[in-house]
Each structure stands twice: as structure tokens, then as C-alpha cells.
């Protein structure tokens, strides 16, 4: 997948122009997920004459306190072997730090159930994807919004193409 970013600042002459026309932050976990940051801000309200790219250097999977996360997102179909999907999954919340790790019970409704204590605001750009919480499927499709309360929730891709979806999220 590819995202074009680009970012309007105070440039030359103290005037707005374009100062990233790229988007070099891109983490990816074949089979589970890809992801390019966007944006990122540790701070509330965000300081816009921070200066740099302050999406090059994300890593995480969550903002800081008082922070914020512009991300896009691409999942393809879900992993057929549960186990095996599982597996790939517990291995990546411990290079994330996941501070809230999935229980058993969280797992068996999907490989991919987590929590943050972020509030997320998701739009699906293309394909279809489910948005699953401890006890309702969701479907999304391309325009659809998704905002999630800092809860339990998971992303299930039933389809045989990937879904690309565009979020934020503001600790």
C-alpha cells in the first residue's frame, strides 16, 4: 500500500507552504498488518511550530499521555489458523508493550482483541472489515466511522482483500 502525505506549516518567509510531501514512517508485520504514521503530537493542545517530522520516528503502538497518533492502517483477511494467528499476535503485544494484554476470554472472540486508553476515530478508505467488541460484529465498509472509548475491541478483515482504514488516536 501506499499513503501521499503531505503537511502544511510555516515555511519561507514565515508563510504556509508544503514541508513533507512524503510519508517515510511504515511498520509493517506481514499477514497481520501495515501501517504508515502519519502524524504524532506529545502534547495536548498540539504545538504547531514544533518544527521536524513529527511522524518519522512512531514507533508505538499507542500515543503518549496527552498525545496523539495519525495513522493509516491496512489489514488484510484474517489469518485462517486461529492459533497460529494468535501466536503471531501475543508475540507483537510484547515488542508493543500492549499494557493491557488480551485474556483467554478476550481471545476467543478474535486473535486481535485489545485495549488502549485511547479514544480512536477510524473511517474505512477501501474494502470491508468488522469492527468486533466483547459482544457485537460490526461491519465497515468504504465512509464508515468507527470511534472507539477507550474498550475492548478487535479488527477482523472476513474478506479476501486487504481493508485500509485512516484513524486517529488521541490519548
Partial sequence: PQ??????????DKKSAVIHRDSPNHQEVPGIFWR???WAATELPVNNQAGGDRG????????????LI????E?????????????????LNKKVKQKYPPTEKDLERHPSMHRT????????AYGEIYLVSD???????????AVVLGVNH???NRSDKPCMIIGTMVH
Avoid at 119 to 124: A, L
Wanted: glycine fraction near 6%; include cysteine; charged fraction near 30%.
Fill in 135 to 145: 459482544t457485537d460484529d460490526t461491519l465497515l465498509r468504504p465512509g464508515d466511522t
Fill in 117 to 124: 486508553d485511547t479514544c480512536d476515530m477510524f473511517t474505512v
Fill in 154 to 156: 478487535a479488527w477482523s
Fill in 3 to 12: 499513503v501521499k502525505r503531505v503537511v502544511i506549516g510555516v515555511g519561507r
Fill in 56 to 67: 518519522a520516528d512512531v514507533t508505538i503502538r499507542e500515543p503518549t499521555e496527552n498525545g
Fill in 75 to 91: 489489514i488484510p483477511p484474517d489469518i485462517k489458523d486461529a492459533k497460529k494467528h494468535i501466536e503471531i499476535l501475543q508475540e
Fill in 36 to 38: 504508515s504514521t502519519l
Fill in 70 to 73: 495519525f495513522r493509516a492502517l
